[in-house]
């Protein structure tokens, strides 16, 4: 038998192994891993922000607060005012359009809302979604503040931080654009 024969015979065999109803069941009862997940057990995890503000949790702060919160929370990784970290620049000025575009927060990002769900899901990178709803309005503030968004001691709440309109709020295509 030449060896293209006895593979195409083993297929053969293994294909019908496979199909033979009843010739393997699953437990019926489950592989028992873990625990069934509960509503209750969802909210916690259920913290989106959208760009038009829903989501958005009570609470507010301000980027002189914010000012003290990036000093000790995040400078170490992104620089001191946003830049010069080891981590991305929050700050940055060169077109995109330019030769080496600089992806911050003051001319890439579409929503300051956005801005708020990736500090308050990710930040700090050694305890994520430790931080408060006020201190995450406060970190928001400041960065906005430092990219020259809004003014000097702004204060941001669920109300005024969907309001902000970014620069690049129309740089991006949208996939669906009825669904604005």
């Known amino acids: 038998m030449s060896m293209l024969s006895s593979l195409h015979l083993t297929a053969v065999l293994i294909s019908l192994i496979l199909t033979l109803p009843g010739s393997v069941a ?17 909210d916690g995890l259920d913290i989106n922000v959208f760009p038009d503000g829903r ?11 914010g000012a003290r919160l990036f000093e000790n ?31 911050s927060v003051g001319n890439y990002w579409p929503y300051a809302t ?16 430790s931080l ?3 201190q995450v309005y406060a970190l928001t503030a400041y960065i906005l503040e430092i990219n020259g968004l809004i003014a000097k001691g702004a204060v941001l709440d669920k109300k005024a931080l969907p309001a902000i309109q970014m620069p690049n709020r129309d740089g991006f295509t949208r996939l669906w654009p009825e669904n604005r």
């Open 55 to 65: 989501g958005l949790p009570d609470g507010n702060g301000n980027s002189e607060t």
């Open 132 to 134: 408060s709803a006020d």
């Open 26 to 42: 699953a437990a019926p009862e489950g592989p028992h891993l873990g625990k069934s997940i509960t509503a209750g057990d969802l």
């Open 73 to 103: 929370l995040c400078a170490a990784c992104h620089g001191a005012h946003g830049t010069g970290g080891s981590a991305s620049e929050l700050v940055g000025t060169s077109p995109l359009n330019g030769p080496h575009p600089d992806q």
């Open 114 to 129: 956005t801005l708020f769900d990736f500090i308050r899901r990710s930040m700090p990178l050694n305890a994520p979604r």
